[in-house]
């Protein structure tokens, strides 16, 4: 199974929601399937954001399972927080070139830039994006909002609403947890 008959099994079966199927449509007709997850971090590479948010499912999942708290939450709001929390990531990068030094001489490489068509931030921007289809639960919402945890760029300015989502909403402290897992123990540096 490819990663992608794999995202489109775990979405069919679980979101089905009003909504869902236009969505779908949506992310087919984007970048979704290629687009990397970052320019330079994690997932820098074609299928990034896909592999990305495959990995956040897997690792919410198993944090779940571990915790023995998978049935606190519909299979429903598991799949669309953890699947679908960068979804602000979709028609934001674009390639462009660098030169770079190699073996003494230099050549031009491709990398990826970001192109934010739509600024309004990224944890909003992806309840924002969802919220043009189906409609999301209050967990749906701080979770995805929340994701960022401490790397927020909220935080730097003194706000303490990632603390106040957390108090909150569990949900979201783990797929927070789930974010840190899947980008920085799972998958390749660039
Ligand atoms: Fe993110
Ligand atoms: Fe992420």
């Known amino acids: 199974m490819t990663d992608r008959e794999r995202f489109i099994d ?10 869902s199927d236009k969505l779908l449509e949506w992310l087919e007709g984007s970048d979704f399937f290629t687009a990397p997850a970052s320019t330079r971090y994690h997932g820098a590479e074609e299928g990034g954001l896909l592999r990305h948010s495959l990995g956040v499912y897997d690792c919410l999942t198993a944090l779940l399972d571990m915790r023995g708290e998978r049935s606190k939450w519909s299979e ?3 799949a669309v927080s953890a699947l ?3 979804i602000c990531k979709v028609n934001f990068y674009r390639i462009g070139y660098r030169n770079v030094k190699e ?7 491709e990398v990826y830039e970001i192109d934010e068509k739509f600024p309004c931030g990224h944890g909003e921007k992806s309840v924002i994006i969802l919220q043009n289809f189906i409609r999301l639960t209050p967990d749906e919402i701080l979770s995805i909002r929340g994701h960022m ?5 909220s935080v730097k300015g003194g706000d303490f ?6 108090e909150r909403c ?4 783990l797929l927070h947890m789930a974010d840190m897992e899947a ?3 799972d998958e390749e540096r660039a």
């Open 10 to 19: 775990i979405y069919t079966k679980n979101i089905t929601r009003e909504g």
């Open 76 to 78: 429903e709001t598991i």
């Open 84 to 86: 679908l929390h960068d």
């Open 103 to 109: 073996n003494g001489g230099w050549v031009r490489k």
């Open 149 to 153: 945890g401490g790397f927020d760029t």
């Open 161 to 166: 609403m990632i603390s106040r989502i957390f």
């Open 170 to 173: 569990p949900l979201a402290v």
């Open 183 to 185: 980008s920085y123990l």
